[in-house]
């Protein structure tokens, strides 16, 4: 990974260079971007997002890229700058993902939750969380890997990872 001096990020992935970028220009195509990817997504793929079927309308896309203030919004995109992946951080350290099934098994997901995980640093948070369900096995597993500490319940999985840790103090006997 590596970033230039706009701080977007590009990761190499078979010879393609994705583009990852924070949305902070509230462009008008940014949204409908987005909304391209969750209307790609299958009804699967949106349940394992929102915890039910459900698909976003583009009013809803909209918003949550342009107009709330309470979060930060990044995207990944492909060569012709279409977006592969979204993830969200809100202000009270709570995320969302979703990464395009054609770009899955890759490490973009891994690459977005490492920029969210980066990003609630930045913005003072203690911690970073998420809840998935069960049975999405790739979420649980870039938990996993980036530190999380999973509980499991029979209908939902919570990950937290600290992100300010306080200071240690040791004590040297004499």
């Not at 409908?32 to 990817?37: A, Q």
């Not at 490492?114 to 203690?126: F, Y």
Request: proline share 3%; aromatic share 10%.
């Amino acid at each position: 990974m590596t970033r230039n001096k706009d701080s977007n990020m590009y990761l190499n992935f078979h010879s393609k260079v994705l583009c990852m970028k924070e949305i902070v220009m509230k462009k008008a195509d940014d949204w409908r971007k987005v909304y391209e990817l969750y209307s790609r997504l299958s009804n699967e793929d949106l349940y394992l997002r929102f915890f039910h079927y459900y698909r976003p309308s583009e009013e809803e896309v909209r918003k949550l890229v342009t107009e709330q203030e309470d979060h930060i919004t990044i995207i990944a995109e492909d060569e012709e700058g279409k977006v592969i992946a979204e993830g969200t951080i809100y202000d009270d350290g709570e995320f969302s993902l979703v990464v395009d099934p054609n770009f899955r098994m890759r490490g973009i997901g891994t690459a977005m939750v490492e920029k969210l995980i980066e990003l609630g640093k930045e913005m003072g948070l203690k911690k970073i969380r998420f809840y998935t369900l069960p049975e999405n096995i790739p979420m649980i597993k870039i938990g996993k890997k980036l530190g999380f500490k999973l509980t499991f319940t029979s209908d939902e999985v919570y990950g937290e990872k600290p992100l300010i840790l306080e200071r240690v103090t040791s004590y040297v006997s004499s």
